[in-house]
């Protein structure tokens, strides 16, 4: 009888834990909804179970190992943990990091997941509305919240003096990457390639190209 009893009050303890769980589920869920709806890398699923588990981990540690055991160090390691996960989502490519916004997003999402296994609810709750009412307000049209967006050309021209420089002034940048010379039949070429803010479509290049006969060639090149 006694050990019915016991069973019984350890169920219905463990039962009581549940909707902690079910409440990370959710928070969650309108988390990486938001993320969906913007078409980023880690959407529902991800912000979901990073929230989920979190909140289980949690759980885990304030109830699985008695009142003599810190229950704050399962809890630490969630912080790490998820750190390292949203490491494989940072890419440095085109001069550009990214990734790193979605990274910090999913780091969040599991402070929410434990706030709601740590039964903080109103913190978990006002912690989810004010990260996406963040995100919201940073993805406006705004210039104070755009970032700059490089592009790279690769150009070809003759070199007799002062080109390089005219050069650097047209495309607004201070420096050439990748810069090849070449001397044939008394004439130098300059091959390099250019990084720059300046955004060029392909008939401004092709006015460039017009307006400056020593540049011999000129190419987007903002996937290489």
């Not at 880690?42 to 190992?65: D, P």
């Not at 201070?174 to 990084?195: C, M, P, W």
Request: charged share 20%.
């Amino acid at each position: 009888m006694f050990w019915e009893r016991f069973a019984l009050e350890e169920i219905f303890c463990q039962l009581w834990m549940l909707p902690d769980l079910i409440l990370s589920i959710l928070l969650g869920f309108v988390i990486g909804f938001e993320r969906k709806i913007r078409f980023k890398e880690a959407g529902i699923r991800t912000h979901t179970i990073v929230c989920f588990g979190a909140a289980l981990m949690m759980v885990i540690s304030k109830y699985a190992f008695g009142s003599e055991a810190d229950s704050a160090r399962v809890a630490a390691q969630i912080v790490s943990g998820v750190g390292f996960l949203g490491a494989g989502m940072i890419v440095y490519k085109q001069h550009e990091v990214k990734g790193l916004t979605t990274a910090a997003g999913v780091w969040a999402t599991a402070g929410v997941g434990m706030a709601c296994g740590g039964g903080l609810y109103l913190v978990a709750f006002g912690a989810t509305a004010l990260l996406i009412l963040a995100q919201c307000i940073f993805h406006l049209n705004c210039r104070v919240f755009r970032s700059r967006k490089y592009y790279s050309v690769k150009i070809e021209f003759l070199y007799t003096g002062e080109e390089n420089l005219k050069i650097k002034e047209i495309f607004g940048t201070d420096r050439f990457n990748h810069l090849v010379i070449k001397r044939e039949e008394g004439q130098v070429t300059y091959s390099a390639t250019l990084t720059t803010d300046k955004e060029f479509s392909s008939s401004w290049l092709n006015e460039i190209m017009a307006e400056n006969s020593f540049i011999l060639s000129l190419e987007r090149c903002d996937n290489d």
